[in-house]
């Protein structure tokens, strides 16, 4: 059982930033795939940016969000950011980090990010 904790979330103003991070209770972030989501009031929950396991790190970035988040791991400390960079209203959404493996995928808990106008 892996367990994921998000942290980072809070209340910012439109142009802001802010950085999640994404910490696991095992030493298994090298090997799975790694997926900020995100799911606003009444919306299914979305993809927002992904990175791959291993050493080449392929990122994804939804087209929402390109140019302003940027994804990265630091597998030494089993943990994934998402940092986050001029941020719009449209941001705002409780934000899911997942670790997929081949055959199981782990969600955190999540956590609310709230950009005001």
């Known amino acids: 059982q892996v367990q994921l904790a998000e942290s980072g979330g809070g209340l910012v103003r439109a142009g802001g930033s802010l950085r999640l991070s994404c910490t696991a209770s095992?030493?298994?972030?090298?090997?799975?795939?790694m997926g900020w989501y995100r799911q606003a009031a009444g919306e299914q929950r979305e993809l927002v940016a992904s990175?791959?396991?291993?050493?080449?790190?392929?990122?994804y970035y939804a087209d929402s969000v390109k140019g302003r988040f940027t994804i990265s791991r630091d597998s030494a400390k089993n943990t994934v950011y998402l940092q986050m960079g001029s941020l719009k209203p449209e941001d705002t959404a409780v934000y899911y980090c997942?670790?997929?493996?081949?055959?199981?995928?782990?969600w955190g808990q999540g956590t609310q990010v709230t950009v005001s106008s």
């Open positions: 095992k030493n298994t972030i090298s090997g799975a795939s």
């Open positions: 990175i791959t396991s291993g050493r080449s790190g392929n990122t």
């Open positions: 997942a670790a997929h493996f081949i055959l199981e995928t782990y």
